[in-house]
């Protein structure tokens, strides 16, 4: 290899050449950043509407009275469930619930009108599919907030046409009313809740495999890593160069998207944006880092890689959005706490919508920063005794012919 | 008749013998039936920790901490003078909630006045918002009637009727399928679907960009099969793997791992086969626009998560825009996770996939000929292509 001679080798040699590298290969460009903006498009499209309404359920109305058609109007009027179907039997519904076209059935029983006046408390039944979890849980939200609300006229106009005031009957329905304020996401939108964290979790997965995967061009074999050696003068300055140029791409793709959020879906951002962006450039370092440290540590490329995606591809679970942290068991506790994308959650979720103080702010923060030197530790101490290797072996490798060059 | 048996034998030993395939194939599906549950295997959050904040300090208030502090849902683990301290808990994630009770609570009550409680529930966290404000209403809504029934006793009500009046009307949600309201029941028979659909992909995506090697395990005396016979072996070579594979995911570990079951084997098994030759075909079918092993893995691994959010089962599709509905059904998960769930979950009847079942062969039959025509237009010029290293790009 012929080197001229004004170049000199170094940190900035290997920036450029890696730049050059990502502009003649589309592929490695576009797996850092159409790829995840991509799929970030796509998950921001899929949650658009951040909450979910008017959620079709079904109704079989026996009675066929004032209450029970009161009732329904009701449940089509809250924000949750919209009153699709009417059937004629249980069978029906339950076909329609299994063929999921309706989440719920609601049952309103033969003589519901006449028996909750003579006081003999009728039951009015909802059955809904709890196999879909958000989806159950809402309906039964909006069916849990309109038949009470029914109830509770029922109980006031039974209470004023006894002569009782409206504002004693009221307190006498409701002894102990609960008002309940949702800290921090106060319309439970799930753009808040899901969409933000999902985008890291993709970003995680891609920024790990695809980092083994550009070191592993460079490391596969002694040879390949003596050139990169060479042309960084030295492995600090020729690791640091390597792994630069995705630095800056994986942050403009975290930016835009970020932005996306912020500026047009409506994310709040309650914390302070420079410890965001701190968390989130530690969290860029840890997972390339990560996957620096499986190329040196695996070969061939392609266990590196495919070791990658085992470990990153399942981390949602894991980091403890759908279900939290706080239930998992032991092991689960302990392998989310491993993955730098579960701090960089907590970090996020501090800033964004829970504007958590400062003082408290430090600690997923500094847990990252852990990540970033004791993954660069490793992947050091891999490096060197690699590099004593390849000096004691350096008269073998230099033997070995030039094999699968990359083109 | 023979070609077909000569490239199925070769496809199936390539399974076991190309190292990547074997690996995502058989050693992924091993290790994801192992790791992939363990974050969801306590179902449910139980004693939440929340904090009270006593305004009162009387005999009424403190039992209506401690009725909350009874239920499993909830834990009182800290009381707080006043509500920024306890904010600051919540902040510091110490507790995930703090009910409010005012001063003069107990007053209130004995008034017989309306003596409202401030619910605060962290909603950074859906599970853990709903846990809370479920529990903390649930214990209201009982104390309350216990309350009402007491006064109209006092004032000379019937007993039978006291009790009666403060719910003329009770609401029963009777929950179907999922009576618990589990995680691990609600997410891991999806996720198997998904989970199997991307180990399959990558797996037959990976062997058709290894092409080459196939014809040199046939051996040069036997004529060189058709396109057509080419994939038809392949595919029978997958559906053999899934035979093994696919009950043991779909049958074997929901028993494991104790999720019910309500549908029938044959159901789901029946179900099966268009799901396996869709992926198979679009395996084949990504492989032929990637070419490369390692660049049909860096593309897929990434892309398990959006497909399962798009397949409208943990985000309702009726919220899902209209187009990303349409252009999600191109992928076999969101058909397959939908009848698969309702086949083993829901009990469903075969005749209630049907639309999915039919998208699936649908699927099925358009990406195997897709299939077809890219080997077809592959094996003419083929002896002038030389094997390609595997990571060039």
Redesign the interface.
């Known amino acids: 290899m012929l080197v001229r001679r004004d170049i000199k080798p170094g940190f900035r040699l290997v920036f450029w050449r890696e730049v050059g590298w990502l502009r003649r290969r589309p592929f490695l460009l576009g797996l850092t950043t159409i790829v995840p903006l991509v799929l970030m498009a796509l998950l921001s499209a899929v949650f658009s509407a951040g909450l979910a309404t008017r959620l079709p359920i079904g109704v079989l109305d026996l009675d066929s009275s004032d209450l029970s058609r009161t009732i329904i109007r009701t449940v089509d009027a809250t924000p949750d469930t919209a009153v699709a179907v009417r059937v004629g039997d249980l069978a029906e519904g339950r076909s329609l619930i299994l063929s999921g076209k309706i989440h719920g059935l609601l049952m309103l029983p033969l003589n519901l009108q006449r028996d909750v006046f003579s006081g003999r408390r009728p039951e009015v039944v909802f059955f809904y599919n709890t196999q879909t979890l958000t989806t159950g849980n809402l309906t039964v939200r909006g069916v849990n907030a309109a038949v009470p609300a029914v109830a509770a006229g029922i109980r006031l106009s039974l209470r004023t046409a006894r002569g009782e005031p409206i504002e004693a009957a009221q307190s006498d329905i409701l002894p102990i009313p609960v008002q309940t304020h949702p800290l921090f996401n106060p319309t439970l939108n799930y753009i808040y809740f899901l969409l933000t964290a999902l985008i890291p979790s993709i970003l995680q997965v891609v920024i790990v495999t695809a980092s083994s995967y550009s070191v592993g061009l460079d490391v596969e074999t002694r040879h390949r890593l003596r050139i990169l050696r060479r042309l960084g003068g030295g492995l600090w300055p020729a690791v640091a160069g390597k792994t630069l140029p995705y630095t800056i791409i994986f942050l403009l793709v975290l930016g835009l998207s970020d932005s996306l959020l912020f500026a047009v879906l409506g994310l709040p951002l309650h914390g302070h944006y420079w410890l965001l962006a701190i968390a989130g450039l530690l969290f860029i370092l840890s997972c390339q880092l990560l996957g620096t440290l499986l190329a040196l540590v695996l070969k061939p490329l392609a266990s590196a890689v495919s070791i990658a995606t085992l470990l990153t591809a399942p981390a949602f679970g894991f980091m403890g959005i759908g279900f939290p942290r706080l239930g998992m068991s032991a092991f689960a506790l302990g392998y989310g706490a491993l993955l730098p994308g579960t701090w960089y959650l907590t970090a996020r979720i501090d800033q964004t919508v829970r504007g958590t103080p400062i003082d408290l702010s430090w600690r997923p923060i500094l847990i990252l920063t852990a990540f970033v030197i004791g993954l660069a530790g490793l992947c050091a101490w891999r490096l060197e005794s690699r590099k004593r290797f390849a000096q004691d072996g350096d008269a073998a490798a230099a033997s070995q012919p030039l094999a699968g060059a990359t083109s | 008749m023979s070609g077909l048996f000569d490239v199925f034998r070769s496809e199936f030993g390539r399974i076991f013998t190309v ?2 395939a074997f ?2 194939m058989v050693i ?1 599906a091993a ?2 039936a192992l ?2 549950p ?5 179902e ?3 004693n ?1 920790p929340i904090a009270v904040v006593d305004g009162d300090g009387t005999q009424a208030s403190r039992d ?1 901490a401690r009725r909350v502090d009874a239920t499993s849902d909830v834990a009182v683990t800290m009381v707080l003078p006043d509500l920024a301290s306890a904010e ?1 808990e ?3 994630r110490k507790v ?1 909630g703090i009910l409010v009770i005012p001063q003069y609570f107990e007053r209130e ?1 004995l008034h ?19 846990r809370v ?1 479920g529990a ?2 649930a214990v ?1 809504r009982t ?2 009637a216990e ?2 029934t007491a ?1 109209l006793i006092a004032i000379g009500v019937d007993p039978a ?1 006291a009790v ?16 618990e ?1 589990g ?1 691990a ?3 891991l ?1 999806a996720a198997f679907v998904l ?1 199997l659909q ?1 180990m399959l992909l990558m797996g037959v995506a990976l062997l058709a960009t290894m092409a080459g090697i196939d014809f040199v395990a046939i051996g040069g005396n036997v004529a060189r099969p058709g396109p057509l016979t080419v994939i038809a072996g392949k595919l029978l070579a997958y559906l053999a793997l899934e035979a093994l594979i696919l009950p043991v995911y779909l049958l074997v570990l929901p028993y494991l791992y104790g999720l019910p079951r309500l549908g029938g084997v044959i159901p789901i098994l029946t179900f099966a086969v268009p799901f396996v030759l869709a992926v198979a075909g679009l395996g084949m079918v990504v492989a032929g626009i990637f070419r490369q ?3 049909v ?3 897929l ?6 497909l399962f ?2 397949a409208g ?4 599709s ?4 209209p ?2 509905r349409w252009v999600s059904y191109l992928v076999p998960s969101t058909s397959a996770i ?1 009848g698969f ?2 086949l083993s ?5 075969l005749s ?2 049907k639309p999915e079942f039919i998208t699936l062969w649908c699927l099925a039959l358009a990406y195997n000929s897709i299939a077809v025509l890219l080997v077809a237009a592959n094996t003419r010029p083929a002896a002038a292509v030389p094997v390609q ?5």
């Open positions: 190292r990547p690996g995502v992924g290790f994801y790791l992939y363990q974050p969801y295997l306590n449910a959050l139980r939440v209506f600051r919540v902040q510091a995930s009550l017989g006045r309306s003596s409202p409680v401030a619910l605060y529930a962290d909603a950074s966290y859906f599970l853990i918002y709903q404000a903390v209403a209201a104390v309350g309350i009402e006064r009727i009666a009046a403060p719910d003329p009307m009770p609401l029963t949600a009777q929950p179907l399928f999922n009576p309201g995680y029941t609600y997410v028979p989970l991307q092993p390692l660049r893995q860096l593309i691994a990434a892309a398990g998560l959006p959010m798009s089962f943990s985000w309702p009726e919220a899902i825009p187009l990303i939908s769930v309702k979950q829901l009990g469903a009847p209630a996939v290293p595997s990571h060039a790009v």
